[in-house]
């Protein structure tokens, strides 16, 4: 104890580096760049929830049953066989976000892939997996940016469960529209069959770990899953970093818009659905 407190003492002296998120000064020797105040700020998402797609319930009187379902998977809605996401999208976490979209961070993705991790293995048995898919960006988008952030997810996540990463499994051949804001449908339209199987990669009865960093509406996922399914794919599991909850309201939605405009980089998630 005391000799870890020495080793922070003297690790925020000689890497007085600062939080990337609120700017204080790390104390600790940690991993990532985010302070544990910021990190206190990350809202874990757990039950009740739609067994299927993860969705958070308000209630427990809503979840009704042991596995209960939500109102669009009761009825088979999406294509994937499972979604779970590590914590609600708040501001804390999509600044974290942020870091590891456009500044690279790879160490938060190491981060990020053992929170993801940790779901995978609570539950070992439904979510055991053949292979580690990133959802992938438009080769426009790639090229530009340099690297695509659920790679940076997917990589460290494969690693740690022992499964290999197939990160040019899937293709986006359908770019995101011009457009920087999309409605919900608008959204839904812009993935519908954006998505295919590269021809020469194989996914007969495999079950696939698909990542991303936010689910939004889900139709991302949806797509994606599709597209894995027709090529053979036996069963999907989803896993995102973040999770967005009300779409429309709150502060984080003002922030996100605005570091959109910012930024003038439009993007297919979760910044202007
Ligand atoms: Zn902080
Ligand atoms: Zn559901």
Redesign the pocket.
């Known amino acids: 104890m005391i000799l870890k407190t020495a080793l922070d003492g003297l690790a925020s002296v000689l890497f007085a580096a600062p939080c990337r998120i609120c700017g204080h000064t790390l104390t600790s020797a940690s991993r990532i760049p985010i302070c544990e105040n910021c990190l206190a700020e990350f809202e874990r998402i757990v039950d009740p929830m739609?067994h299927?797609?993860?969705?958070p319930f308000v209630s427990v009187a809503v979840a009704e049953g042991r596995q209960p379902?939500?109102r669009?998977?009761r009825v088979n809605f999406y294509a994937f066989d499972r979604a779970r996401s590590f914590a609600t999208y708040n501001d804390a976490l999509s600044e974290a976000i942020v870091l590891l979209k456009y500044e690279q961070v790879t160490r938060l993705g190491t981060w990020f892939a053992d929170r993801l991790a940790e779901i995978v293995l609570r539950e070992s048995d439904e979510w055991r997996a053949d292979i580690v898919v990133p959802v992938p960006l438009h080769p426009e988008r790639r090229r530009e940016r340099g690297y695509n952030q659920a790679e940076l997810i997917a990589r460290p996540l494969a690693k740690r469960l022992r499964l290999r990463l197939e990160s040019q499994l899937l293709v986006r051949t359908k770019p995101r529209p011009a457009q920087l804001v999309l409605s919900r449908t608008e959204h839904w339209k812009s993935v519908r069959g954006a998505y295919a199987t590269h021809k020469s990669c194989k996914v007969d009865n495999l079950r696939v770990l698909l990542i991303d960093d936010v689910l939004t509406t889900g139709a991302t996922l949806d797509a994606c899953a599709r597209a894995l399914k027709k090529a053979g794919a036996s069963v999907i599991l989803g896993l995102t970093v973040g999770r967005v909850r009300s779409w429309d309201s709150g502060p984080a939605a003002a922030t996100r818009r605005l570091k959109a405009d910012i930024s003038g980089e439009p993007d297919e998630r979760p910044q202007h659905q």
């Not at 299927?52 to 969705?55: I, S």
């Open positions: 739609c299927c797609c993860g969705r379902l939500c669009l998977c």
